[in-house]
């Protein structure tokens, strides 16, 4: 099974097609999913096989945080990082309480991104 | 104040928030996608640095992306415009067609919304003399309940029928049936009560059909409960 370093699940097309090429540029795995129930199908059909989840709060068919909450479920242990325009101080509380570990604002820093990739990857999760 | 203008403050500053705070996720979306196209670019030019060939076609790629989105920017800051002059003045004679045009726009920069056609049959746009801002509330709150049905992949028709000399129907549906339980909602009801629309449900063949008169008894009587609150 190939390994993917990041997930990537946002339903914003472009914003998240530039992103995994600015990370395969990096020689990095990266795969997209657009919405959260995809997602959540392709987690269970891979388990274990993700170093990093970045998920957006937005997403057409299921609101972030239910996505995470799910997405722990089925994997306690991998790394989830909320990327977001909007979010709360509200929204990071309860992403923190639901078990993820960053809350980060778009853009992203793509060079902030790689650190944290590499440091979950000197640590296996599982 | 009358009930028709505290609805209108209370229901109204809500559904402003509502529609100002989807636009402004739509325009960091926008400069979110711009940044990341920047990034890439950067990256292209820090590989070309270090004696990589550099593809003529992903930069033309890049620079037709940014110039898109540019233009995404740019009509979404056309419709923000357009909202808000809706309440320039309260009560005034519209473009039925403009009207639903610009309020589908304004719900599909919600994530969960459908794909919506717009199917105008008559051709001309006819006038309603309403209040605008009313209007488009109440339509908006309608899309969403819909949205709540037929979900992201789902697709919703609007239609026009301006067979009757008083007024125009506006008819909507979907491809598949939708759930139409606790409709119309509170809100919903007062104020298509206020504007004097009339909204029926087509049970056997799932329709919403929401009568839109040219002039109704209702709008003429908020004209003037606006009138005398202007003036006190």
Known sequence: MEHI??????????????????IELREYHSKVC????????????????????????????????????????????????????HGSEKDKKECERLGAFKFMYKPINIDS????????????ND | MNNATNFISIEGLKFFGKVNASISHEIKNILAIISETAGFLNDLTDLAKQGEDLKLSL???????????????????????????????????????????LTVKLSNFLSFSSKVEIENGDKEDKPVLTCPFLMESLIYQILLFVYESTGPDGHVLIQFDSQKKDGTSLIISTPTNFILDGFPT???????KFLGFELNINSSNQKLDIWVPYVSKEIVALEKALQINSKS
Not at chain 2, 186 to 192: E, K, L, V, Y
């Open chain 1, 5 to 22: 370093d990041i997930l990537i699940i946002d339903d914003e097309e472009k914003f998240a097609a530039m992103l995994a090429r600015r």
């Open chain 1, 34 to 85: 657009h919405d959260g129930k995809t997602a959540l199908q392709w987690i269970e059909k891979h388990l274990g096989s993700v170093s990093l989840i970045l998920l957006d709060l937005q997403l057409p068919d299921m609101y972030g945080t239910q996505v995470l909450e799910d997405i722990k479920k089925i994997h306690p242990t991998v790394p989830v990082a909320i990327m977001t325009g």
């Open chain 1, 113 to 124: 991104l790689m650190t944290i990739l590499e440091h979950i990857k000197e640590v296996p």
């Open chain 2, 59 to 101: 930069l033309e790629n890049c620079t037709e992306s940014i110039a898109e989105d540019i233009q995404r920017g740019f009509d979404t800051i056309k419709q923000m415009n357009q909202f808000a002059h809706s309440v320039d003045v309260p009560i005034k004679e519209i473009k039925i067609f403009e009207t639903v045009e």
């Open chain 2, 186 to 192: 509170p809100d919903i009801q007062r104020a298509a």
